[in-house]
C-alpha cells in the first residue's frame, strides 16, 4: 500500500511538472500550420494565427511591433495602406524609393508572391510565398499591425 502511495505521488509530480512546462511554452507556442488545402482555406475567412506563425519568416528582418527600430528590412508597423519607403530613416533601394507603390491588400499579396517582380532591383532578400491561402492570411496580419 505504502509503495502504490508513492508511486502514485510521484506520478502527481511528474504529471503537475509536465503539466507546468507546457503551459510555459504555450505562451509562447508557436500555431501549428493549417491542415486544411488552400482551397479549403480560402474559402473561409483569413486565419491570423497562421499569417502571425508565416511572419516568422519576415522576422528575421523586420519588426512588427509599434516604435521598434528598423533592421535589415524597415519596420512593418502600419505598413499597410501605406507608401512604399516612407521611413526616412531607412536606406531603402533606388527601385522601392522610385516604385510608386501604396501598400494595400494586393500590392503586398503581390510583393510577398515575387518581390523581384513587383521592384526589381530591389533589395529585399526573400524568395516569394508561392500559396495564395499563406499570402491573404500575411496579409491580414500585416493589415492588423496598426493602432486602429
Ligand atoms: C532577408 C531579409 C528580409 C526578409 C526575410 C523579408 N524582408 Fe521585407 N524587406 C527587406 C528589405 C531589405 C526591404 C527594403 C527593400 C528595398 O529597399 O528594396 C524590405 C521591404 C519590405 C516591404 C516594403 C516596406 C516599406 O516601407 O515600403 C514590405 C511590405 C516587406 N518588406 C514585407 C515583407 C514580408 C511580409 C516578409 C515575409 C513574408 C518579408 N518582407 C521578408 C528585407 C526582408
Not at 60 to 75: V, W
Not at 108 to 128: C, D, F, Q, S, T
Request: aromatic residues 10%; charged residues 20%.
Amino acid at each position: 500500500m505504502k509503495f502504490f502511495i508513492q508511486r502514485l505521488v510521484k506520478q502527481l509530480i511528474l504529471f503537475l511538472t509536465l503539466a507546468f512546462f507546457s503551459a510555459c511554452s504555450n505562451s509562447e507556442s508557436i500555431p501549428p500550420a493549417p491542415t486544411l488545402s488552400t482551397e479549403q482555406r480560402l474559402e473561409l475567412p483569413p486565419d491570423m494565427e497562421n499569417g502571425r506563425r508565416l511572419f516568422l519568416t519576415c522576422a528575421i528582418c523586420h519588426e512588427d511591433t509599434e516604435g521598434a527600430a528598423h533592421r535589415i528590412g524597415p519596420t512593418l508597423w502600419n505598413v499597410y495602406d501605406h507608401p512604399a519607403a516612407r521611413h526616412r530613416d531607412f536606406t531603402y533601394s533606388t527601385a522601392m524609393k522610385n516604385s510608386g507603390i501604396v501598400w494595400n491588400g494586393p500590392m503586398l499579396n503581390a510583393y510577398i508572391a515575387e518581390p523581384a517582380k513587383v521592384v526589381p532591383g530591389g533589395r529585399m532578400v526573400y524568395k516569394g510565398e508561392p500559396d495564395p491561402a499563406n499570402r491573404r492570411d500575411l496579409v491580414a496580419y500585416l493589415a492588423s499591425l496598426t493602432e486602429d
